[in-house]
């Protein structure tokens, strides 16, 4: 009963902390207000809603720690690698996206960085032989500041790239060291090439970029279902032509953002050149997940109140186990006394149902020995008193039979009770009580 009721008590208290957790602090505003909704993250907005305007992205990728993802507006979206499920081609932003002034106030301060950051060519996240990179190239025609490298792991900035060409061309980055793709747009069709560091595989000594191939055509296959990277032209005249702005390769596929779709392919295609495979499109709302941020204190209160939800359901379940301990224990406590109550049953009925002498029960064995006492005690009586009317008696011994006959009774009563001071047969102890007769007479 005492452990149903601290279970009761236990099971009231976590209810009431469930209940407390699902209600939002309140605010300290003058409004006193109380919401149950978490604050929508406007910036991931953004991303979630675009529908063919520009594209809020300055550089998205993934490096061996962590995916990024930088804003037009310089806003940081640092969260774990497996953000991304490739199964199903989803992206979490499920923290705050932090201002890259406090997220990479060295980057961010930097005076080449101000002189560059409304001219920037293209921007991507590299990774080296030592470090993860940040990289902001600048065209030569815009600029005449040339790109710079910011060091993430060792927080630094170095002189980077310019482009000189003329083509417009999308950086796409990898996860590979020191090579990223490049995608253009000639005279409407896409083309796909690979960079590579030169002279080097540290960016911090600013090796040569190299372009390893020619530009190649991306193109649909016969069906139009498939796609297939050709040398030269496509060869059943029907190239892709999307409108590719930015772009990322993580866990063997391409992540293509266009104006209206993200377009999801295998890497294979740009390794198997000759080779179709099928294309997936995602909207950006079903790509991009903003489920909101939870502010500091809220994390905080949270994170204490589950610890102390946990610890509750922990005792709970010790008390459970307890309980059902005591509950076996007490249930093979009634199984042996009803064992045992049954086998003194048994041993009862079998004694009480025999006729030997002295196989009954203690009670029964006393009232056999009363009652063999009494039937002696009487026979003893009768012999005694048929021997006294036997004596032979001469005159003046009237009261020496009286005197026998008063004390023939105390005789008696001690020849039953005393049967083992005197001898089997009663006759004898009258017998010895004679002499004592006849000395009285001749008195």
Not at 116 to 140: G, L, P, Q, Y
Not at 165 to 187: F, G, P
Request: hydrophobic share 35%; aromatic share 10%; proline share 5%.
């Amino acid at each position: 009963m005492l452990l149903f009721d601290i279970s009761t008590t236990f099971m009231v208290s976590v209810c009431i902390i469930l209940m407390m957790m699902t209600n939002e602090t309140q605010t300290d505003d003058d409004d006193k207000m109380t919401t149950t909704a978490q604050p929508k993250d406007e910036t991931c907005e953004t991303l979630h809603n675009h529908n063919g305007a520009k594209l809020n992205i300055l550089a998205v990728g993934r490096t061996p720690t962590r995916m990024l993802l930088i804003t037009m507006d310089f806003y940081v979206y640092d969260v774990p690698i497996d953000s991304i499920d490739t199964a199903i081609n989803k992206l979490y932003l499920r923290t705050k996206p932090i201002p890259m002034s406090e997220k990479y106030p060295v980057l961010f301060n930097d005076q080449r960085f101000q002189q560059i950051k409304d001219v920037i060519f293209n921007s991507f996240i590299m990774t080296d032989a030592d470090s993860e990179w940040i990289c902001i190239t600048t065209k030569s025609s815009e600029t005449r500041y040339p790109g710079i490298n910011y060091d993430i792991k060792n927080p630094n900035v170095y002189y980077g790239w310019k482009f000189f060409d003329y083509w417009r061309e999308v950086l796409i980055s990898t996860i590979e060291t020191c090579i990223y793709y490049a995608l253009r747009h000639n005279q409407g069709n896409l083309e796909i090439t690979r960079y590579q560091c030169r002279g080097g595989d540290r960016i911090r000594t600013r090796p040569r970029i190299i372009r390893l191939m020619s530009f190649r055509p991306i193109c649909f296959d016969s069906t139009g279902q498939k796609i297939t990277v050709e040398r030269h032209r496509c060869r059943s005249a029907n190239p892709v032509r999307w409108p590719v702005l930015k772009g990322f390769t993580d866990g063997g596929k391409f992540y293509l953002f266009g104006q209206y779709y993200i377009y999801i392919f295998d890497e294979n295609v740009f390794r198997e050149q000759g080779s179709s495979y099928p294309v997936t499109k995602r909207s950006y709302d079903s790509f991009f997940n903003c489920a909101g941020y939870i502010p500091a204190g809220q994390v905080s209160r949270s994170l204490f109140l589950w610890i102390i939800v946990a610890i509750l359901l922990l005792l709970l379940i010790l008390l459970m186990i307890l309980w059902c301990i005591l509950a076996a224990a007490h249930h093979h406590r009634r199984h042996r006394s009803s064992l045992s109550l049954d086998k003194k049953t048994a041993r009862s009925g079998f004694e009480g149902g025999g006729g030997g002498v002295g196989v009954g029960p203690p009670r029964n064995r006393s009232m056999m020995l009363t009652h063999g006492l009494s039937m002696r005690s009487r026979l003893q009586t009768r012999k005694l008193s048929s021997n006294s009317k036997n004596i032979t008696t001469k005159p003046g011994a009237v009261s020496c039979t009286t005197a026998v006959s008063g004390r023939s009774m105390p005789a008696t009563v001690r020849t039953g009770f005393n049967h083992r001071a005197s001898s089997n047969n009663p006759s004898n102890r009258f017998k010895s009580l004679t002499p004592r007769i006849q000395s009285s007479r001749n008195r």
